[in-house]
């Protein structure tokens, strides 16, 4: 008896591993793994050390919304930043947006209104550029544009 005693311990422990196990998974973010809809990357806005891409999702009253994620991709002492802004069909842009992470694959990711208007006029974009930062500021950047037609 006693080591089916022991057998039914160590398996209530496997299984007790393993349900922690999934419990340390599930907690991972699920927007760490995002699958972008676009990139910075190929544009004249990409810059090594930083990846930003962006995603969109419509929430419960049909509104959309941009997921703008970086994250610092250089092991060195700068932080990275996305900026997003749209170009507006109907003309101009928006106020740009931002999201930043500092340290080696460190991530952050920030929802973003889409204020699209007036659909009839064309096709609005997203302009990206990316930037590494020093102290919180702007160190070197990329040019803004455009990463995907809307």
């Known amino acids: 008896m006693k080591g089916l005693s022991m057998k039914k311990s160590a398996l209530a422990l496997t299984a007790g591993a393993l349900a922690f196990g999934a419990v340390v998974v ?13 990139t910075a990357s190929g544009t004249a806005g990409d810059v090594v050390g930083v990846y930003g891409r962006g995603t969109f999702v419509t929430d419960s009253n ?67 550029k990316e930037c590494l930062t020093e102290a919180g500021g702007d160190y070197s950047c990329g040019s803004w544009d455009n990463a995907i037609w809307l």
Request: net charge negative; hydrophobic share 40%.
């Open 62 to 128: 049909n509104n959309a919304q941009v997921i703008i994620a970086v994250t610092d991709t250089a092991s060195d002492s700068h932080g990275a930043r996305l900026y997003i802004r749209f170009g507006l069909a109907a003309g101009g842009t928006t106020s740009p947006y931002s999201v930043s992470a500092s340290g080696t694959s460190a991530y952050q990711e920030k929802a973003v209104s889409y204020p699209r208007v007036n659909l009839s006029i064309g096709s609005d974009m997203i302009q990206v």
């Open 26 to 38: 599930s907690a991972t973010p699920a927007a760490a793994v995002i699958t972008p809809d676009w």
